[in-house]
T-cell receptor, first 113, second 117 residues
Framework: SQTIHQWPATLVQPVGSPLSLECTVEGTSNPNLYWYRQAAGRGLQLLFYSVGIGQISSEVPQNLSASRPQDRQFILSSKKLLLSDSGFYLC????????????FGQGTRLTVV | AQKVTQAQTEISVVEKEDVTLDCVYETRDTTYYLFWYKQPPSGELVFLIRRNSFDEQNEISGRYSWNFQKSTSSFNFTITASQVVDSAVYFCALSEGRGSTLGRLYFGRGTQLTVWP
């Protein structure tokens, strides 16, 4: 069966520090991968998605970046965090077809102080 | 333009009441997929249902039912005889697949449902 791992679960980082959140998927190959952010307003904002290794699409211009160094690994990074980067970050995967649902990791709660 | 609209920000009901969560979507695709997710206080999103655009048959799963109407671009979710454990944020989502939107999965802003004992 497929599983998705996301870590860390919680993170407190000072403003200006770097960020690296990692997400890995097991039990499937060539998945679509997604990073979402959920701010206090509760909506899910799509940040990045990837349909293959090295293929990253950015939805919102910001100081975050994403990389997909391996087929089932998706990394969200920042060189310098801002206060506004605080939020709940969710990684998700779905099969390479738009008809399937996405499956989510347990999320990372990031607080920038 | 927002592709998925959940106009109800918060809903409160008393246990055993029925409640309907509204979802209106916008797409130019002739083939698309709609989803509902539940987010309990723990934060993880739990998949509830998928519906494709060429299947307008309503679906019932226990106390949950979904009403898909292409004519009004709506995909509403009803919980019958609500329970306290149904308290969560519920999200509606849309998947398109052509051209520049290939692979994207759009979510509404969610509806916070609170069920009081």
């Amino acid at each position: 069966s497929q599983t998705i791992h996301q870590w860390p679960a919680t993170l407190v980082q000072p403003v200006g520090s770097p960020l690296s959140l990692e997400c890995t998927v097991e039990g499937t190959s060539n998945p679509n991968l997604y990073w979402y952010r959920q701010a206090a307003g509760r909506g899910l904002q799509l940040l990045f998605y990837s349909v293959g290794i090295g293929q990253i699409s950015s939805e919102v211009p910001q100081n975050l970046s994403a990389s997909r160094p391996q087929d089932r690994q998706f990394i969200l990074s920042s060189k310098k965090l801002l206060l506004s980067d605080s939020g709940f970050y969710l990684c998700a995967w779905r099969a390479q077809t738009r008809r399937t649902e996405a499956f989510f990791g347990q999320g990372t709660r990031l607080t920038v102080v | 333009a927002q592709k998925v609209t959940q106009a109800q920000t918060e809903i409160s009901v008393v246990e055993k009441e029925d409640v309907t969560l509204d979802c209106v979507y916008e797409t130019r695709d002739t083939t698309y997929y709609l989803f509902w997710y539940k987010q309990p206080p723990s934060g993880e999103l739990v998949f509830l249902i998928r519906r494709n655009s060429f299947d307008e048959q309503n679906e019932i799963s226990g106390r949950y039912s979904w009403n898909f109407q292409k004519s009004t671009s709506s995909f509403n979710f009803t919980i019958t005889a609500s329970q306290v454990v149904d308290s969560a944020v519920y999200f509606c989502a849309l998947s398109e697949g052509r051209g520049s939107t290939l692979g994207r999965l759009y979510f509404g802003r969610g509806t916070q449902l609170t069920v009081w004992p």
